[in-house]
């Protein structure tokens, strides 16, 4: 296996988590091989990329006998850096903040939520979920102390720059925000957003 | 203003919500004029890429005065369909249902929720926030009389593609599906994603 070269592009990347997804559910079915044309008819990508996505990073199949899926899953989390367990802090207590804790997919696909913060006097000390609410004014020592570099945000647009700021200068290298809002990042951070209203928006043009 | 040609391609198409969140934040500053400079800064987009993405749609700044933020704000709407409210189902009334149900943006920015559905029988009849919670049932009806094109999909992975294969069946032409799945859609459908750990993992690759 050769380490992954810096040069992948970032699209590459950011299909892998599908494939390891799509291989999840090919090995609750207790199935143990697949094929690039396989994961491809799932995910509506052409067998070609894929096999092209993949040799980026190696040589994961082979000639006529396809993948297995249990290596290919094990090289991916690999890949991802997803082998042991990243602590991730949510940032937000709200309707969204508790679909999040409730949210059993982190814990099986290589994320735990370690902390929750809000600044509500009436939530702090009380809990969302299985998680106790910290006072927000903790976040910076609660983050640096547990050396945690993920945190999502989910409080209010008119917010999410100033905790995005106090996040990262606690340490937190990568940021998925739900808040509205384009946030000022320095380069080393990374930044994912999920804004429903920007997918639903762009989906609009073609509808009509 | 001439029509949108139909071969711009769909990545244009996804930043031009985010003009519009800009703009429209902008507007709230009481902001009148802009600049492709100014609204790149707030995006992390080049000021060439803005002008670029809106030539394809039309001449909208005038050398020199920049952008008339109310214009463009009213011709980005225009272009994205948004000039009248969408009516969008809800499917799923469980915490992450919850959640969007309680999302004050839905209407400013061109959608309103018109119903919501779920198939367990302790939650049909009850409400989600101001919402009557109906039979999964009742959705290939309902969605066709009431002429339904969008959805949003709020259900576990297993019952995502039989939800996604009924609002179809139904009339429904855009999904935003927040299930963990990729879902077997016709290519006349458009489809969007809200995967949270798809985005944590591909953050991860770059940490570590």
Redesign the interface.
């Given at each position: 296996m050769t380490p992954?070269p810096k040069a992948v592009p970032?699209i590459v990347?950011?299909r892998?988590?599908?494939y390891?997804?799509?291989l999840t559910?090919l090995a609750e079915e207790d199935r143990e091989t697949t094929s690039s044309q396989e994961l491809g008819d799932?995910?509506?990508i052409s067998s070609a990329q894929i096999r092209k996505d993949l040799s980026h990073f190696g040589e994961f199949g082979k000639q006529g006998t396809g993948y297995s899926i249990q290596f290919l899953r094990q090289q991916l989390r690999r890949?991802?850096?997803?082998e042991e367990e990243?602590e991730?802090a949510l940032v937000g207590a709200?309707?969204?903040g508790?679909?999040?804790a409730?949210?059993d997919?982190?814990v099986h696909?290589?994320?735990r939520i370690a902390v929750v913060f809000d600044r509500d006097p009436q939530k702090i000390g009380k809990t969302l979920g299985e998680f106790e609410i910290f006072d927000a004014e903790a976040m910076p020592t609660i983050v640096r102390d547990k050396g945690i570099?993920?945190a999502?945000i989910a409080v209010p647009?008119a917010e999410a720059q100033h905790v995005a700021d106090t996040l990262i200068e606690s340490g937190v290298?990568?940021i998925?925000s739900y808040a509205?809002?384009?946030l000022?990042?320095p380069s080393f951070v990374?930044i994912?957003y999920?804004?429903?209203?920007?997918?639903?928006?762009?989906?609009?043009?073609?509808?009509?």
């Open positions: 992954a970032d990347i950011g892998l988590p599908l390891l997804r799509a559910y799932r995910l509506g890949i991802l850096h997803l990243w991730v709200g309707d969204l508790q679909a999040l409730g949210y997919s982190f696909r290589g994320f570099e993920i999502i647009a290298r990568a998925l509205p809002i384009t000022s990042i990374k994912g999920m804004d429903p209203l920007v997918h639903l928006q762009r989906m609009a043009f073609y509808l009509a």
